[in-house]
Every structure is written in structure tokens, then in C-alpha cells.
């Protein structure tokens, strides 16, 4: 049976202008962040977060492929090595000094190493990334599903969204460096394909890639997979971070909600 699949672009018939310009790739920002078509956009994002969740299970996969369909390494992009000093000293250090926090609204916050992260159940799967510029990759990553982590941290029920926040500075601001990071809700963060991946086509995840780890989140768009992840935070809404939009790409205009 053919999954089927929704292009969130299918539900943005009202608004061309703004998926075109939602096209335009990692590079190009929309602009005027009050625009007029950024609150189409965002209507019709919410619109396709609301359809893509009633449609698709909570659980549904996304393809996986076979070893013979991994074509070429996995391409770098946006940020493919960070300068920043925490994590330049820890990259010195084969990040053996690295921790993983998880923090916010869980009982029993938590903080991993990655010799912990590396000896808790893996998970490998062969995906394809789908960037918004319009590139494909596909290869197999290796991690720990991301819920192991959120159930020993057991997660409480007033928190919606898990926030990734990263080591590597995208621009400065006028409070100091702006930071990626980004969000998933909880349905994504329990999805069993949703990984911290530490491995990347049978070797130690690359820095050009995210190392020490970065998180899978296979039924969306490449931009949601932060890598360099410092921090995870469970959270109600975003209103803290950045423009409260959830996400670095978000403060700029992409969709919060990118489902493929
Ligand atoms: N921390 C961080 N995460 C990030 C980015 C980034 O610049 N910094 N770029 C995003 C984008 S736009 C894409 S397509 C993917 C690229 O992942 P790759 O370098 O493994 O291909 O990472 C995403 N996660
Ligand atoms: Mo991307």
C-alpha cells in the first residue's frame, strides 16, 4: 500500500506567493518579518500542521532504503563547523567532556555523556534528507531514539514542544550571538524514527554533519534536524526563544510545521 503523503505545498493553494518564496532555500530569509506573507504563511502552516496530524498517524514512518540506494555522503549545509569557544574545546577533547542536558518540564531532569548515549539502544536507519533548497540525500544514521531519553527524564504533562538548542552562532544580535535552535512537539519527539543520531553512514557522525549529535526528525524538512545539540528543554510554547516562532529558520519565515 502507497503511504500517502500530503505536500504541505498542496494546501498553500491561496497563498503561491508565499510557498514560492518558502522555496527560495536556507539562504534567503523572507525578509520583513511583520510581511503580509508571513501571516499567510503562517495561516496556512497551521492550517497544514492541523490536516498533516489528522491524516498521518502519530506513528507512521517515514521510507527507509536499502544500503545500495545510498548514492553519495551525506552534503553538509548551513552550519558545517562551528567556531563557537564551548564548542570548539570540547571538539578538541574528542567531546569527551560533552553532556547532553534534558531540563524544563520533566521530573527528573537529566544530563548524559556520550559514552551513556552510545550504550543505551541504537537505532539504525537509512532516510532520505530532504533540504528546502531542493537537494536530496539519502543515508543511514545511527542513534538512540530520542523518547528513551525523555522517558527517563519522564516528561511532564503540561509540556508540548521539545526545544534543541545548539552550540553554533547563525548571526550577531543585539543581546550577543544568535544561536540555531529548534522545536518539535511531543508526537515527533516520541516517534520511534526520532533519533539522536551519533553515526552516520557506519562512522562517527562528522562535525560537517552535527557531531557529537544531532537529532533525526524523518517526516520533515532538513532544517528541523538541529545538529550540535546542546540542550534539550521541554517547554509549553516558544515565547522565550528568539521571536517565539520555534525555531532559528522560524524567526526568519520558514513554516514551523515542515512536513514531507
Ligand atoms: N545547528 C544547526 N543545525 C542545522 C543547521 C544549521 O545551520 N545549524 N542547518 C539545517 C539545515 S537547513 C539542513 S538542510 C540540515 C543539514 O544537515 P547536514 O549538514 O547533515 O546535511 O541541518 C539543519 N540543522
Ligand atoms: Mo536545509
Known amino acids: 500500500m502507497t503511504r500517502f503523503t500530503l505536500s504541505r505545498r498542496t494546501f498553500l493553494t491561496g497563498a503561491t506567493l508565499a510557498s514560492t ?6 539562504f534567503d530569509g523572507l525578509g520583513d518579518r511583520d510581511s503580509h506573507v508571513r501571516n499567510v504563511l503562517e495561516m496556512a502552516n497551521s492550517v497544514t500542521y492541523r490536516v498533516q496530524r489528522t491524516l498521518l498517524g502519530n ?4 521510507r527507509e532504503y536499502s544500503e545500495s540506494e545510498i548514492r ?17 574545546t570540547l571538539a578538541s577533547g574528542h567531546f569527551a567532556g560533552y553532556r547532553l542536558t534534558i531540563g ?19 537505532r539504525t536507519q537509512i532516510t532520505r534528507h530532504d533540504c528546502v533548497e531542493g537537494w536530496s540525500c539519502i543515508a543511514k544514521w545511527t542513534g538512540v531514539q530520542l523518547f528513551r531519553l525523555l522517558d ?5 504533562p503540561a509540556a508540548r514542544y521539545a526545544v534543541f538548542a545548539c552550540f553554533d552562532t547563525m548571526e550577531q544580535g543585539l543581546d550577543g550571538p544568535i ?9 515527533d519527539a516520541h516517534h520511534p524514527q526520532t533519533i539522536l543520531a551519533y553515526g552516520l553512514n557506519d562512522r562517527a557522525l562528522p562535525v560537517s554533519n552535527g557531531a557529537p549529535l544531532r537529532v533525526r526528525v524523518e517526516r520533515q524538512l532538513g532544517y528541523k534536524m538541529a545538529k550540535y545539540i546542546k540542550s534539550i528543554t521541554l517547554v509549553n510554547d516558544f515565547a522565550s526563544y528568539g521571536y517565539g516562532n520555534g525555531g532559528y529558520w522560524e524567526d526568519n519565515g520558514y513554516d514551523w510545521f515542515a512536513g514531507i
Open 104 to 122: 524544563g518540564l520533566v521530573e527528573k531532569p537529566q544530563s548524559f555523556s556520550l559514552d551513556e548515549i552510545r550504550a543505551m539502544p541504537s
Open 72 to 88: 553519495q555522503p551525506q552534503r553538509p549545509n548551513g552550519t558545517t563547523d562551528p567556531t563557537d569557544d564551548d564548542y570548539l
Open 59 to 62: 506513528t507512521d514512518l517515514a
Open 179 to 187: 544561536k540555531y535552535y529548534e522545536s518539535i512537539d511531543l508526537m
Open 21 to 26: 518564496a518558502s522555496l527560495t532555500g536556507c
Open 152 to 156: 527517563q527524564a519522564q516528561v511532564k
